[in-house]
């Protein structure tokens, strides 16, 4: 069982639509994370957010609009995607710690939306 | 960054057959996952495991940190292992995971 939900699983949108995927966290964590998987490809890191602010943009198009409103939620909206943004798009979240001695940054996944732009 | 390899790329197995998949990384590291992949894309946490040996069930991982390498031992296969294994490694204070590019392992009956 994942802590760590995703909607909608599938998406299939148009190059002009707009939309939204929604990542929701029960684990009480304060680190949320997007990531894209691509075919044959490692997992790129998109965004992170620690305590709801954006730390980290891995150079990522400005079309990919993230939004974090509270700890629990994040939000990757998208607009005039190209058909080579067709990809699995999965959240995480973690327990971030800044100390030697935290226990654990172990980070749990969402089941992923798997996105086909036409 | 921090370099992850992961080695085989690719495994297949006869159902009962034991393997070893292998990590490696270019720098020390505090933060070591290893995950497995489903077929349907969710990605299972299998083993926080910077240091030191972790066994659940027929799988164990051990990493050693002084040398860069982490393996993940499956014992006993069962097709429900089949799937891509990950290897992903971090540092305290920085919680960016770098990904290798996973082992894809088919488990034949």
């Known amino acids: 069982e994942t802590g760590v939900t995703q909607t909608p699983r599938h998406l299939v949108m148009g190059m002009t639509n707009k939309k939204s995927l929604k990542c929701e966290q029960h684990?009480?964590?304060?680190?949320m994370y997007w990531y894209k998987q691509s075919a044959k490809k490692p997992l790129e890191l998109m965004f992170v957010?620690?305590?709801?602010?954006?730390?980290e943009n891995n150079s990522v198009p400005s079309r990919f609009s993230p939004e974090c409103p509270n700890s629990s939620h994040l939000f990757l909206h998208l607009h005039t995607l190209q058909p080579e943004d067709s990809a699995l798009y999965l959240c995480?979240?973690?327990?971030?710690?800044?100390?030697?001695?935290?226990?654990?940054?172990?980070?749990?996944f969402g089941p992923g939306t798997r996105l086909t732009v036409l | 960054g921090i370099q992850v390899e992961q080695s085989p790329p690719d495994l297949i197995l006869q159902e009962g057959a034991n393997s070893t998949l292998r990590c490696n990384f270019s720098?020390?590291?505090?933060?070591l996952q290893w995950f497995h992949q489903n077929p349907w894309g969710q990605l299972i946490n299998l083993f926080y495991?910077?240091?030191g040996t972790k066994q659940n069930g027929r799988l164990s991982a051990t990493t050693v940190a002084t040398e860069r390498y982490s393996l993940l031992y499956i014992s006993s296969s069962q097709t429900t292992d089949s799937g891509v294994y990950f290897c992903?490694?971090?540092?305290?204070?920085?919680?960016?995971?770098?990904f290798g590019k996973g082992n894809q392992v088919v488990v034949i009956p």
């Open positions: 684990l009480g964590h304060n680190a």
């Open positions: 720098d020390s590291v505090n933060n």
């Open positions: 495991i910077p240091s």
């Open positions: 992903a490694v971090g540092r305290y204070g920085n919680n960016r995971l770098a």
């Open positions: 995480a979240s973690s327990q971030f710690g800044t100390s030697e001695t935290s226990s654990t940054d172990t980070q749990y």
């Open positions: 957010y620690n305590f709801k602010e954006q730390t």
